[in-house]
């Protein structure tokens, strides 16, 4: 594993740095599986050295790469500012490559139904074990955040795994999964195609597991001119009858970096707000105490 150092921020406020990684990925018979890290511009500061700090994992959508986030979606940059204006504690981001195997690439952030790639385990397991082994991160403090494919991804992370994620911020996500020529790959034949799909599209499950949400902290947005408005609004609908706590925003925008980049920020400092900005960790398995959360547009 060597690191490259891609990217110091130049900026009027302190910046931090973005680096690229290249790590093992048998799940996905990848031996040299892209990952890029920022760390806060104190990170490696000597005075820092005990200090941990919370963990967020940004995930691309469908054609993209481990670059789209730092580099179309200027997230080191929002950061950056975020941080500095004490908007969001100091915190590791963390941009993995999410392609699958294929000419299509596509992955769903799913594991496919013939076993052949397992995306979801990568994320929930090696990724989280590795950043923690590598990072100063602290127990507990772990979110993640998508757009599109990987909006619809940071749900199912949060709703089928919640011991390992705290919060969840998502980007105009289509909330039901269907099979296509672009996803039959990963969904493979039936029956297990339409099984699988409805297992990891969030309108189809969440009632079902809607009671171990609290006290998770969900955020999802969408603009008003994107073709998955309808699902998200229908999410937001279906999570306020079922209780759940969760916030919704709408702006005005469509499917495109543009509105990506301008709303980064809120999904940032929502799913960071109340995790802990202060020295050593409180201990293995520790959780921040998260804000109570309403439904809002």
Excluded at 219 to 242: I, K, M, P, W
Excluded at 274 to 292: N, T
Aim: proline share 8%; glycine share 10%.
């Amino acid at each position: 594993m060597t690191p490259i150092v891609l990217l110091a921020g130049v900026a009027l406020h302190a910046a931090g740095v973005l680096r690229r990684y290249e790590i093992d990925a048998p799940e996905l018979h990848d031996p040299h599986r892209a990952v890029r890290v920022y760390t806060p511009a104190q990170y490696d500061d000597p005075g820092a050295a005990t200090r941990r700090y919370p963990v967020v994992f940004l995930l691309h959508g469908w054609p993209g790469s481990d670059g789209n986030w730092p580099g179309l979606g200027r997230a080191v940059v929002t950061a950056d500012s975020l941080i500095a204006g004490g908007r969001m504690p100091p915190a590791i981001l963390v941009f993995p490559n999410g392609n699958g195997r294929g000419w299509l690439g596509r992955s769903l952030y799913i594991d496919s139904q013939d076993g052949s790639s397992r995306m979801e385990q990568f994320l929930v397991g090696r990724l989280p074990d590795w950043v923690d082994s590598t990072f100063r991160t602290e127990p507990g403090c772990r979110a993640v955040i998508g757009l599109s494919d990987g909006g619809t991804a940071a749900l199912n992370l949060l709703f089928h795994h919640p011991d390992r994620f705290v919060a969840c911020g998502s980007h105009s996500a289509d909330l039901r999964i269907r099979k296509d020529i672009t996803t039959s790959s990963v969904l493979g034949p039936e029956p297990g195609a339409a099984r699988l799909a409805e297992s990891r599209s969030p309108l189809a499950y969440a009632a079902e597991v809607a009671p171990r949400m609290v006290p998770h902290l969900i955020y999802f947005d969408c603009g008003r001119d994107d073709e998955s408005v309808g699902d998200n609004r229908e999410f937001d609908a279906l999570l306020t009858r079922l209780d759940v706590p969760h916030v919704y925003r709408e702006f005005e925008g469509s499917h495109g970096w543009g509105y990506w980049r301008a709303h980064l920020a809120s999904s940032l400092e929502a799913v960071t707000a109340g995790m802990p900005c202060g020295e050593a960790s409180s201990g293995p398995g520790a959780r921040p105490a998260l804000r109570e959360l309403s439904s809002v547009r």
